[in-house]
């Protein structure tokens, strides 16, 4: 019985994805058949009434299913955000790998480092890119990755702890993001239902969120040193590798020449989106309010470009440090690098088309919005107040985070009901919102349902052994220990935060 456990447990991800696929099939079928459905509260911008809806659970069984999945397929694939995302980065990385780029600035800005502190910098970062929204686990893992192999330790280790960082921090900031700046709007609204008056600031949580991010980012560091380490062992260097370190004067003079020309490029970026001077502000969205609105809404140029903006970058560092210490020396060499990280990457294909098709058919059945209403309506109808209200949030947030990990879809659902249940018992919106954000941070590492756990999922595999596969329970496991220690760190704060009665930010109290 053990073995048979084990056996399914270390299936390739593929086929574990294929399995799900077919259970979400299967049990729409079945919770669509006995009727499973959740109330469910839109709040009316003009008039501030409900308007309520009856959400249900939608059948894959069936041939309106089946037809379906086999029409939209295609179309989910190709618009599986992760993936282009993905293809078009590791391009720049390949430029910045195969011309010696990382290596040497691996070298240069770690040589003195201790391993914690690498290790604790890589983690911060991790976790403070939140900003950047989920572009960040596009960036961070395989740049993760280059500077443990280019240390001299198992990239893996890089990759689960940036993970861990990105996920358990996908709620931290310090600074207001195009993320807050929506859940700001859908809690200003349901906040308005008890106060027509109420007004919400955006740096309302900057205290707490501060203090979150630096005690997230050292327990990720103390877990990964003290436990993943030992666990993952020591990392197979490939024979190109083996080869000592060495910088030169050759290797430091395309360094040099690779710091200057990334410095001009940023200079004219941000010049680019810094607003109200002469010809600038051609990257930004002018129609928004809020200056992050203008960064990442849907419709600027800073959005939509950003990930083509990042590799350019990547590739003006890798050409020109390949141009001063003479490793790319025509234009062969140059075409050669561009392709350099995307050999071998057929499995990863096939892996993010399965993940894509998994959770497009999950998103489709409705089952997680079912859910996420069925616990709002759960603790709208508990006569909770006080500290026992705020852990119940807390909970319920985590809880629903399986399910519906993007952060805006599930808040739509229950701030509705949660904000005012919260204001009733003399919460503050204000808090209602970070008790959400803590709680869905604390286990977003460990729901495979979240678009980018599949890059995660790849990379890991990427430098495992070739004759084998991390199953997708193994990626998991490694999250496990993370997200305990999240999970209990940032309650404790939430309460102890309650308890003393400190402000959460500028203009922004526990309780109203």
Known sequence: MKQKLKNKLTLHPIMTYLILVGIIIVISGILSFIGI??????????TLEYNQSLLSVKSL????????????????????????????????FGVMEKSGFLKTAVAVITKKMKRNTV?????????????????????????????????????KIGLIASFAGLSCGQGLSAIFTSVDSSLLTETSLAARIIDPSYRL???????????????????????????????????????????DILVTRKEIRGFIFSVGAAILYILVFLYNIIPGL?????????????????????????????????TIFFVILGLFYGIGSRTIKNHQDFIDTLGHSLDGTGKTLVLIFFASLFISLFKETNIGSVIVASLANLFSSLNFSGLPLVILLFLISAVATFFVPTS??????????????????????????VIFRF??????????????????????????????SIPLMEALRYQIPYCIVTFFVLLTLIILWYVIGLPLGINGAIVL
């Open 61 to 92: 069984f069936n041939l309106t299913g089946i037809r379906y999945i086999f029409s939209s397929t295609v179309s989910n694939f190709m618009n599986f955000a992760p993936l282009s995302s993905f293809i078009i980065i590791l391009i720049g």
């Open 439 to 468: 709680g869905e941070s604390s286990v977003m590492g460990l729901t495979p349902l979240m678009a980018y756990f599949v890059i995660y999922l790849a990379m890991l595999n990427k430098y495992h052994d070739k004759d084998n």
């Open 119 to 155: 290790t604790f910098l890589i983690v911060f970062l991790s976790v403070a890119l939140s900003i950047m929204g989920d572009l960040s686990y596009i960036v961070m893992l395989p740049l993760s990755a280059c500077i443990f192999k280019y240390g001299r330790r198992n990239p």
């Open 278 to 310: 002469p010809f600038s502000g051609a990257l930004l969205d002018n129609t928004q309010g809020f200056f992050i609105d203008k960064l990442f809404s849907y419709n600027s140029f800073f959005s939509n470009g950003f990930v083509f903006v990042v």
């Open 201 to 243: 600031a955006t740096i309302s949580s900057i205290f707490i969120m501060a203090v979150a991010v630096v005690l997230v980012s050292l327990a990720i560091t103390w877990i990964t040193e003290k436990k993943i380490a030992n666990k993952i062992g020591r990392y197979q260097i490939p024979e190109e590798d083996k080869e």
């Open 37 to 46: 459905a959740s109330e469910t509260y839109k709040i009316n911008a003009n």
């Open 408 to 433: 805006i879809t599930k808040w739509s659902i229950l701030a509705p009901v949660v904000v005012p249940v919260m204001m009733n018992a003399g919460i503050s919106p204000e808090f209602s919102q």
